[in-house]
């Protein structure tokens, strides 16, 4: 259905999504990127890092919560394993400048339970270290969701990230993949590869998601 159609018929449906939930084989990942095989149609989905630690490998089943963003010019599905996590994506895209790509970046930037500290105690200085946020934009997040946010937290777990095992990818592999991902999210080249040369120097899992989750801790101190 072409992006103006569809658009109309999400108006009809009194803004509802038509797109709720997929559930198939994981055809493709790559940080902040999925496509998802549902009967022979392939989805292409994008999803916060805390998400795409959690997917295994090409091949596997996998059911996630989605959110259809219809724009004049494309359609957009954001990805999400949880109903927390997609409720914490759809709170921060309430707030004024802050667009669903922001939000993925937020998610990706700092853990959930990070993410809501931060927030609450108004921790400009973390907020604004992720890519994209500004300090009036941190200060936004803070006045516009402080209580919003009070009651809301993560189980052990649940939105966090947890490294799979390499299966056989070489150390420049997972380099370069990594760097990839953190300069997608907005890093300035210098930062992230200082930031992957650090993590892949730590004891720890070799996988691009656990080096991945190292670096971004780092940065996010």
Same mark, same amino acid.
């Given at each position: 259905?072409?992006?103006?159609?569809?658009?109309?018929?999400?108006?009809?449906?009194?803004? %509802?999504?038509?797109?709720?939930? *997929?559930?198939?084989?994981?055809? !493709?990942?790559?940080?902040?990127?999925? #496509? #998802? $095989?549902?009967?022979?149609?392939?989805?292409?989905?994008?999803?916060?890092?805390? /998400?795409?630690?959690?997917?295994?490998?090409?091949?596997? $089943? #996998?059911?996630?919560?989605? !959110?259809?963003?219809?724009?004049?010019?494309?359609?957009?599905?954001?990805?999400?394993?949880?109903?927390?996590?997609?409720? *914490?994506? *759809?709170?921060?895209?309430?707030?004024?400048? #802050?667009?669903?790509?922001? +939000?993925?970046?937020?998610?990706?930037?700092?853990?959930?339970?990070?993410?809501?500290?931060?927030?609450?105690?108004? $921790?400009?200085?973390?907020?604004?270290?992720?890519?994209?946020?500004?300090?009036? /934009?941190?200060?936004?997040?803070?006045?516009?969701?402080? =209580?919003? *946010?009070?009651?809301?937290?993560?189980? +052990?777990?649940?939105? =966090?990230?947890?490294?799979?095992?390499?299966?056989?990818?070489? %150390?420049?592999?997972?380099?370069?993949?990594?760097?990839? +991902?953190?300069?997608?999210?907005?890093?300035?080249?210098?930062?992230?590869?200082?930031?992957?040369?650090? +993590?892949?120097? =730590?004891?720890?899992?070799?996988?691009?998601?656990?080096?991945?989750?190292?670096?971004?801790?780092?940065?996010?101190?």
């Amino acid at each position: 259905m072409p992006p103006r159609l569809l658009k109309l018929k999400l108006q009809e449906n009194g803004g %509802r999504e038509l797109i709720a939930q *997929l559930t198939g084989k994981l055809a !493709h990942k790559q940080p902040n990127s999925i #496509i #998802i $095989d549902v009967g022979g149609v392939g989805y292409e989905v994008t999803v916060p890092l805390s /998400t795409f630690y959690e997917l295994g490998e090409p091949g596997a $089943d #996998i059911s996630l919560r989605i !959110h259809t963003n219809v724009r004049e010019d494309a359609i957009q599905l954001f990805g999400f394993r949880t109903f927390n996590e997609k409720e *914490l994506f *759809l709170k921060l895209t309430s707030v004024t400048g #802050i667009g669903p790509k922001l +939000a993925v970046t937020m998610l990706s930037g700092l853990a959930a339970n990070d993410l809501i500290a931060a927030i609450r105690n108004n $921790d400009l200085a973390r907020l604004t270290g992720i890519p994209g946020v500004g300090r009036k /934009t941190a200060e936004r997040l803070v006045v516009e969701l402080r =209580e919003k *946010l009070a009651k809301m937290t993560f189980e +052990a777990g649940e939105a =966090e990230p947890a490294g799979s095992q390499a299966a056989g990818i070489s %150390r420049e592999a997972v380099r370069d993949d990594t760097v990839a +991902a953190l300069l997608a999210l907005g890093y300035p080249k210098a930062v992230a590869e200082k930031a992957v040369e650090r +993590a892949l120097a =730590e004891a720890g899992e070799g996988s691009i998601e656990a080096v991945l989750k190292r670096a971004l801790r780092r940065m996010s101190r």
